[in-house]
């Protein structure tokens, strides 16, 4: 029996579980709604660049058809008092003052085709794929993208890695020949940057765990790292974007304290599937994606997809925008437990631009509701762009 | 209220026929059932704007998806251990489970592309424009997907 009867006798014997009328669907619809919410419970940042400007969504509360009927209120942000700019040519990133800034990038050229770190993701799993049942001595590693210099770093590495000396990669895709715990066949270019070589390149292994197989658009490598090589590597993939230079590194300098929302003063419910119409990375704990815009048209014919029925912002001329959103999310007390970074990737400029982080730490200052960001920069710079998305990080 | 009249009609039919296509594509009924629930409820918030979209099924599977993909991004946080059997005891309830497995081992957007194309009958174009790659993108998926599974010996050897 061909693949295509298959599926068609699949679709026609699957029935779904009783689910009541329409009615009830949407009541239990909006319980999970809020449930998972509570359980994204993360911060957003904001911190602006010049040029960014912050759309703030009024709460629509929980009516329906329509859900959104709110007039947008739009804040030209205003780069706070006391942060630091950096700037290139017409592009200009704001961060704030406790943080470090590197500029230029060590005088670091990129070897020729490197790519940007990338696509790395944040994660936290045992290898056992790497030593069967050997859980109390595995190396667990938390892997995450640095949106300020594309650097992959692992944190909590608690053990050897699966291979002495070695950085062992395991891709998220689904594309990978192989079988499971075994070399792919797939190579990824590896680079010291401290060292400014190249290590060489690593086999990367597959796995057929669908958690991770879910994942299968390229957005993220799981990584063992060596220890001693968590001061920074490069990580080539082919899906990242190819580093032209590097405009400045900006980080949180250690101590730094923890930044609320200054600029956004209200915001409203967005659509829960603005996720799939701002593009993949738009959401948080995803990183790569969104979506870019270029020209003001697009941003009208977004806007109406998302469901506004009032004007979209009017962007500055000669600018393309990178549209993503986030959570501001949180209950009150319990946002503090996480910070996010929300990133933006520029090829042109060099630059990966930061937006956050955003640890709000105090009641009454988070909110539950998701943020649409707009991000705006000059047009040559469109084929670069990237919303690299947002980090969330435990603090617990 | 006509509005909502039309939308209790496109929610009847909808279910019945996108929570296969779910269910086939995530390989889990629990999380099939959870995301078609979800993909409505946020068709019942937007129903102004779906019902006037071309493939408003097409929309809500593929909102389904996004939203069960990014769920179990979440739970990936978690260092979890799966259990084959704990898997299997919930597969088994499904009529094909050796066609669902074998799926779940395909690439997800190639998934997407088989069930749209097959299980819900959308042309190539069509399938194309709901995830939003090109047409020979598409085709080539579709392609390398049965290939996969024409090499499968489980596929040969499957039902007749």
Not at chain 2, 23 to 35: K, Q
Not at chain 2, 49 to 67: M, S
Not at chain 2, 125 to 151: I, N, W, Y
Request: net charge negative; aromatic share 6%; with cysteine.
């Amino acid at each position: 029996m061909d693949v295509r009867e298959r599926i068609g006798n699949l679709m026609s014997e699957v029935r779904p579980l009783p689910g009541g009328d329409a009615e009830a669907t949407f009541r239990r619809g909006r319980r999970r709604v809020r449930r998972r919410r509570i359980l994204a419970a993360g911060g957003s940042a904001v911190v602006a660049a010049v040029a960014v400007v912050w759309v703030a969504l009024p709460d629509a509360g929980g009516s329906r058809l329509p859900l959104i009927d709110d007039t947008p209120e739009t804040i030209d942000v205003e780069i706070p008092n006391g942060w630091q700019t950096i700037t290139a040519g017409e592009i200009a990133v704001s961060v704030p003052p406790d943080w470090e800034i590197s500029q230029p990038y060590e005088s670091f050229e990129p070897p020729e085709g490197a790519r940007l770190g990338g696509p790395c993701h944040t994660d936290l799993y045992q290898p056992k794929e790497a030593d069967g049942d050997r859980e109390s001595d595995a190396s667990v590693a938390v892997v995450y993208d640095r949106p300020t210099d594309g650097v992959c770093r692992a944190a909590g590495f608690t053990g050897p890695p699966p291979r002495p000396g070695l950085v062992l990669f395991e891709t998220i895709r689904g594309t990978v020949d192989g079988v499971e715990g075994q070399p792919g066949g797939e190579r990824v270019d590896i680079e010291d940057h401290a060292r400014r070589d190249r290590i060489g390149q690593l086999e990367v292994w597959r796995t057929v765990d669908d958690e991770r197989a879910s994942s299968d658009d390229g957005s993220g490598i799981i990584a063992y790292i060596a220890a001693e090589l968590t001061g920074g590597i490069w990580v080539s993939h082919p899906d990242a974007p190819i580093i032209e230079r590097i405009l400045a590194t900006a980080r949180p300098a250690p101590g730094a304290q923890p930044r609320t929302i200054e600029a956004v003063t209200s915001h409203r419910d967005l659509p829960d599937d603005a996720w799939e119409l701002l593009g993949e990375g738009a959401s948080d704990h995803y990183l790569g994606g969104g979506r870019v815009l270029t020209d003001q048209a697009e941003l009208d014919r977004l806007w109406a997809e998302l469901g506004f029925e009032d004007q979209a912002p009017t962007l500055p001329e000669q600018t393309i925008a990178i549209v993503g959103a986030t959570y501001a999310g949180g209950l009150p007390g319990g946002c503090h437990e996480h910070r996010e970074v929300v990133g933006v990737r520029m090829r042109g400029s060099g630059a990966n631009i930061l937006l956050g982080p955003f640890a709000p730490g105090q009641q009454g200052q988070c909110s539950d509701t998701p943020i649409i960001h707009i991000v705006t920069a000059p047009p040559e710079l469109a084929e670069g762009l990237a919303v690299v998305g947002t980090e969330t990080v435990d603090d617990q | 209220m006509e509005d909502e009249q039309g939308f209790a009609e496109f929610y009847r039919a909808c279910r019945l026929r996108v929570y296969p296509a779910l269910v086939a594509t995530l390989g889990e009924p629990r999380l099939a059932e959870e995301s078609i629930d979800e993909a409505l409820t946020r068709a019942a918030e937007r129903w102004s704007q779906v019902r006037t979209l071309d493939r408003p099924a097409g929309w809500v599977y593929r909102v389904g998806v996004n939203w069960a993909t990014s769920w179990r991004r979440k739970l990936s946080l978690r260092p979890t251990r799966r259990s084959e059997d704990l898997d299997r005891a919930h597969l088994d309830v499904l009529p094909d489970f050796d066609l669902v497995r074998l799926l779940s081992d395909l690439p997800l957007r190639q998934r997407q592309m088989l069930i749209l194309r097959f299980g819900l009958g959308y042309s190539v174009e069509e399938t194309a424009a709901l995830l939003g790659v090109a047409a020979g993108t598409v085709k080539s998926g579709v392609h390398r997907a049965r290939q996969q599974l024409r090499d499968d010996p489980e596929v040969l050897d499957g039902r007749p």
